[in-house]
């Protein structure tokens, strides 16, 4: 058995940014949490589909953030294999994808490298590796930890999909060069539909707002999914308030009314994404419903809202990249 002692899941609905914080905290970095989502751009990122379900937590491009990681001061590296149809009916391909995974983490783990992982349980998630032992993986997620999970059980309990991550420090750019380069990515992707979009089904960005109010007002969105993607991303657009906070307090001088602005637009998200929760909330685990679908024509228009506020926002965002 080889065991990370120490290493603790941070728990945050965006579990990229749980379990890299958590890898970081392991590995000595006290990179802020606010600083970590805005500059990977995580804050700023938004994606739906016609029900607003939780699937549009986690099938969008995370892979178009990668190259932002080395600027916080630390590097990523994995294996990815998401079986397409062809891949399904060739079951040895995936048993060598999760031979691979198995091999790439122990290898990581013997060098005091954390990683993390999608689903080592039947909770569909991301789960930080705790160690491993000659059966499989020990992990930690949200308010569980258990193992072993046997290595030839990843990624097959709800969403067939081997991932893994690790996560290394490297030297940090300097602030302004996170900021700029962080919203330049943003800027490039956030007014198109499928600026962060795996397939045609979802809708990122500022047009995503409309397809979420969509699903709203015409009652095709569960309870308990709608209110799972308002708590994930209500919990971004919170962290980019709070990173253009310290965006200006890194910067002084540089654009101070910008930063202003912008976190004062990205509040009044933040306002309408919480008045939709409260009018619609999450339920306990034990009370979870995620078939009954609701109409709410109110909750459409918050979410109307929110996308005007968000368009000033990023027009304020446009302004911070001419200045720096």
């Known amino acids: 058995m080889k065991m990370l002692e120490g290493l603790t899941f941070r728990r945050q609905y965006n579990e990229h940014m749980g379990c890299i914080k958590s890898c970081l905290e392991y590995l000595g970095s006290d990179l802020p949490l606010p600083w970590l989502y805005g500059g990977t751009a995580h804050a700023f990122v938004l994606n739906t589909n016609d029900r607003a379900f939780v699937d549009c937590a986690q099938d969008w491009d995370i892979g178009s953030l990668y190259g932002l990681y080395p600027n916080l001061g630390f590097k990523r590296d994995g294996l990815l294999h998401d079986p397409d149809m062809g891949d399904d009916k060739l079951p040895e391909m995936f048993l060598q994808k999760q031979r691979e995974a198995w091999d790439f983490v122990r290898a990581r783990i013997d060098r005091g490298i954390p990683c993390y992982a999608w689903e080592l349980s039947a909770v569909p998630m991301y789960h930080l590796i705790r160690g491993y032992d000659d059966v499989g993986y020990y992990w930690s997620a949200w308010d569980e930890e258990s193992g072993p999970c046997p290595w030839d059980r990843i990624g097959t309990f709800n969403v067939r999909r081997v991932a893994v991550h690790a996560i290394e420090l490297c030297p940090a750019a300097p602030d302004d060069v996170v900021v700029r380069e962080a919203l330049a990515l943003v800027l490039q992707r956030v007014e198109r539909a499928d600026g962060w979009a ?35 991303w209500l919990e971004c657009r919170e962290m980019a308030v709070e990173f253009l906070h310290e965006a200006k307090t890194r910067l002084p001088g540089r654009c101070d009314a910008a930063f202003d602005e912008a976190a004062g637009h990205y509040a009044d998200v933040c306002d309408r994404l919480r008045a939709l929760l409260k009018m619609h909330p999450e339920r306990p685990d034990r009370e979870a419903d995620w ?12 979410m109307r809202e929110a996308a005007q506020a968000e368009g000033r926002g990023v027009a304020c965002l446009r302004r911070i990249i001419e200045t720096l």
């Open 198 to 232: 795996v397939s045609p089904r979802y809708r990122t960005g500022l047009p995503a707002y409309e397809m979420w109010a969509e699903a709203l007002e015409s009652g095709r969105t569960t309870c308990d999914g709608e209110a799972y993607i308002n708590h994930f």
């Open 291 to 302: 078939t009954t679908t609701f109409r709410s024509t109110a909750g459409a228009a918050l």
